[in-house]
């Protein structure tokens, strides 16, 4: 998963860095919306992960408690 939040991120970057440098208004406004859905996967993905690793512990603190 982590690979799959950094390539979001790279993605955002990229698409900034091309609305920097786009001298059309209409293209420029095209990355920025582009860069910002990006973001936003990037984000919803961190969340995802965070989400999963915390259901893993709570899972492991479970599985202990049973074995006891």
């Known amino acids: 998963m982590r690979n799959e ?3 979001a991120w790279q993605k955002a970057a990229d698409c900034a860095a091309r609305a920097q440098d786009a001298s059309d208004p ?3 406004e095209f990355f920025i919306r582009l860069r910002d859905s990006w973001i936003g996967a990037a984000n919803r993905a961190e969340f995802i992960a965070d989400m999963d690793q915390y259901l893993d512990g709570i ?3 479970r599985t202990r408690l049973s074995h006891s």
């Open 5 to 7: 939040i950094e390539h």
């Open 26 to 28: 209409n293209i420029r």
């Open 59 to 61: 899972e492991r603190g």
